[in-house]
């Protein structure tokens, strides 16, 4: 299947729904660039809710190729198709959660 918006990230559940709920609103915000331990001339850029670790958010290249990932999310249609959402909890709290993402993503 083709790549949407949350293969290449690393996010708290938290910020999957709240990105979902807003449209992914605040997508590309980072509040700072740190590098990558063990992984020479590699930099993480992260928001408060989730960072890019192998995409640099300044960058308009990357940023057209997450816009269209996110607009192919919004095409996804469980509806005549099973889809399969698969999320890999960040902490065992995260599972408590599990709920409010279920209802966001209907």
């Given at each position: 299947a083709a790549t949407?918006?949350?293969?290449?990230?690393?996010?708290?559940?938290?910020?999957?729904v709240q990105l979902l709920r807003n449209d992914?609103?605040?997508f590309f915000d980072v509040s700072d660039s740190v590098p990558i331990p063990g992984v020479d001339g590699?930099?993480?850029?992260?928001?408060s809710v989730h960072s890019f670790w192998h995409d640099d958010p300044s960058d308009p290249t990357m940023?057209?190729?997450?816009?269209?990932?996110?607009?192919?999310?919004?095409t996804v249609d469980a509806w005549d198709q099973p889809v399969l959402f698969v999320r890999a909890a960040g902490w065992r709290d995260e599972?408590?959660?599990?709920g409010e993402l279920l209802?966001?993503?209907r």
């Open positions: 949407l918006p949350f293969d290449w990230l690393r996010t708290r559940l938290e910020g999957v992914f609103e605040g590699k930099v993480a850029h992260r928001g940023r057209e190729t997450y816009r269209r990932r996110i607009a192919r999310l919004g599972l408590l959660r599990a209802a966001v993503l």
